[in-house]
């Protein structure tokens, strides 16, 4: 069984980074592709960036290009998000996910993703 399990998370002023990360077990990962979500209160959980393990193409949600960049450790089977410049629109919990089906595309909806982390939270003040 897959399992997601992400950290990093925490309380940062504005325009600070942060480095979330997400441990990926129980499967063999080599044709998935992986995401990043975030959910912040009363809202829907919103994209925000995904890349296939075994390509180089990358997709980022628009309020969060050019500050966030999604990458990966092939030895340690763990995908990151790099946060920079951090704003308090940031603030929500956010959620490492993945796709069986990575080598067929690259889902940027919620229901594209088959297996899903418990979430690490992201407060940004100002």
């Known amino acids: 069984q897959v399992q997601l399990v992400e950290s990093g998370g925490g309380l940062v002023q504005a325009g600070a980074s942060l480095n979330l990360s997400c441990a990926a077990s129980?499967?063999?990962?080599?044709?998935?592709?992986f995401a990043w979500f975030r959910q912040a209160p009363g809202q829907e959980r919103e994209f925000v960036a995904a890349?296939?393990?075994?390509?180089?193409?990358?997709y980022y949600g628009d309020s969060v290009k050019g500050r966030f960049f999604i990458t990966r450790d092939n030895f340690k089977n763990t995908v990151y998000l790099q946060m920079n410049n951090l704003k308090p629109e940031d603030t929500a919990v956010y959620y490492c996910?993945?796709?069986?089906?990575?080598?067929?595309?690259?889902?940027?909806?919620?229901?594209?993703?088959?297996?899903w982390g418990q979430g690490t939270q992201v407060t940004v003040s100002s």
């Open positions: 129980g499967g063999t990962f080599s044709s998935y592709a």
């Open positions: 996910a993945a796709d069986i089906l990575g080598s067929v595309r690259i889902g940027l909806l919620r229901s594209d993703y088959d297996y």
């Open positions: 890349f296939t393990w075994s390509g180089g193409n990358r």
